[in-house]
Each structure stands twice: as structure tokens, then as C-alpha cells.
């Protein structure tokens, strides 16, 4: 790899190395993995990996924050974005949002599949998480839903996720006015009342999982990863070390 910036002055970003100029990325040296550390359960091996970020002094800001991913069929056209992970059970990962009108929503609608990446750069780790998706109920979502901050539940009831907005008007107006519109709107309907239900078309996703993998950075990029895979929700999980 150069050490130096290239010549072709097509090239915009080349090699970058974080805030260094010397195009070597920093070397992977804070852990390592073997076979004899995991549990039989990604599940639980997953909970004690993200008990460890959680700590204090982990250098990990948001455990939680993770890439969830879902692609549309017959397109096969690939979309991501960071979410925060809201549960854990037994069965799978829970995250929610906005279910009716947002393009995870489409995605999942012709294919109940997602995956989740999380990345815990202080320590060096990743878990990548892939699964069928199933919607948690009513119940569960309304749970949730009443612990956010009232701010954030009238904006789940005013934001049409992913829906385009207008200007309103011939001013400096981009379409913000049109969902500061909504969000009076449910201001207004929720006045003076603090028990605000969860709406129809938001709730939660459990990402039922059929691979975990675990990946653990090691020193010339030759890294520790183990992917747990199984072939039904009740079938046995079978664990591989990979090649890096």
C-alpha cells in the first residue's frame, strides 16, 4: 500500500488512516478470541460482549448503536442505517420505528430478512447478526413507546418516514414547515395528556436470528471471527472459527 499521497489527482480520498498522514491504519492488539471463550448461546455470548461495553471506561459511547439492514425484493437493492438496539430476549434483537411508511418497512414487506452490525471500536469487536424479522405486539411496543420522552412520541405519530416534504410557500421554506405542521397537529390532539398510545404504523422489529457472528480484531488484520449458524429457531446452534 502507498505510504503517500497518489499522483492521480482523480483520487479524492486515498488510504485514509484515520487522523494520521502515514496511510497505515492503526493495528487490531486489545484482545483476542478463541473457541474456548464462547458460550454455547451467541445469545448469551452476544449479552456478555455487550455487558463488557457498557462499562464504564470501555471507551464505547453508544453500546446500543448498530447498522440494521434490509433489502427489497426483486430489486435486490440494499439499504442500511444506524438504529439503536432497544431489547434482547431470548429469541432475537428488538429495535422500533416507524412500520408504515419507511423504506425499512417496504424492504421488509417482500423480505423478512435483516441483518445488524454492531461495531465497538474501543474494543475491537464487531457482531454481525442475521435473521428472519417478525413484529412484536401491540403490548410489547406500547411498553416501550410510554417510556420515551413526549417529544419523541408525538414525533413518532407526526413523521411519515421517508415520505418526501413540500415547501410551504414561495420562501426560504425546504419542507421543514410541512412536518413542523404535523407535529402541532399531534400536539394539539394529544394536548393536556400524557397517555399518548402507540400508533398503528410504529412499533417494534425482533430480528429472530440464524447467524451470529463474532469478530474479534487481531494484529495483521489476521482476526479471531466465529459464526454461530443454525437451520430452524429450534434447531442447535453449530460453531466455526473463519478464515479472516
Known amino acids: 500500500m502507498a505510504l503517500h499521497p497518489p499522483p492521480e489527482a482523480s483520487k479524492l ?7 494520521s498522514t502515514h496511510g497505515q491504519a492503526e493495528q487490531f492488539t486489545k484482545g483476542t478470541l478463541t473457541r474456548g471463550h464462547l458460550d454455547a448461546s451467541p445469545i448469551t455470548q452476544y449479552h456478555s ?25 426483486p430489486s435486490g437493492r440494499v439499504s442500511s442505517r444506524t438504529v439503536y438496539l432497544k431489547e434482547l430476549d431470548p429469541r432475537g434483537f428488538v429495535v422500533y420505528s416507524n412500520l408504515g411508511t419507511s423504506r425499512k ?27 428472519r424479522v417478525e413484529r412484536v405486539t401491540r ?40 412536518l413542523e405542521g404535523w407535529v402541532r397537529e399531534v400536539e394539539e390532539r394529544f394536548d393536556g395528556t400524557d397517555d399518548i398510545p402507540v400508533p398503528e404504523f410504529w412499533g417494534g422489529l ?21 459464526v454461530f449458524e443454525r437451520e430452524g429457531e429450534d434447531a442447535e446452534w453449530n460453531v466455526k472459527r473463519l478464515s479472516p
Not at 464504564?56 to 447498522?67: D, I, N
Not at 430478512?113 to 465497538?120: D, G, H, M, Q, V
Not at 410510554?146 to 421517508?162: D, F, H, L, T
Request: glycine content about 8%; overall charge negative; hydrophobic content about 35%.
Open 206 to 226: 425482533r430480528i429472530v436470528p440464524d447467524r451470529i457472528e463474532f469478530w474479534q480484531g487481531r494484529e495483521s488484520r489476521l482476526h479471531d471471527r466465529f
Open 13 to 19: 480520498i486515498f488510504a485514509p488512516a484515520g487522523s
Open 139 to 178: 403490548d410489547e411496543s406500547q411498553k416501550y413507546f410510554s417510556m420515551r420522552v413526549r417529544g419523541s412520541r408525538i414525533g413518532a405519530w407526526a413523521s411519515r418516514q421517508s415520505q418526501v416534504l413540500e415547501p410551504q410557500g414561495d420562501g426560504d421554506d425546504d419542507g421543514r414547515a410541512q
Open 105 to 131: 418497512a417496504d424492504d421488509i414487506a417482500s423480505n423478512p430478512r435483516a441483518a445488524l452490525l454492531f461495531f465497538w471500536e474501543a474494543l475491537q469487536r464487531q457482531v454481525h447478526v442475521e435473521g
Open 49 to 73: 460482549w455487550f455487558s463488557e461495553a457498557q462499562k464504564p471506561g470501555s471507551g464505547v459511547a453508544h453500546p446500543e448503536a448498530c447498522t440494521l439492514s434490509t433489502a427489497s425484493l
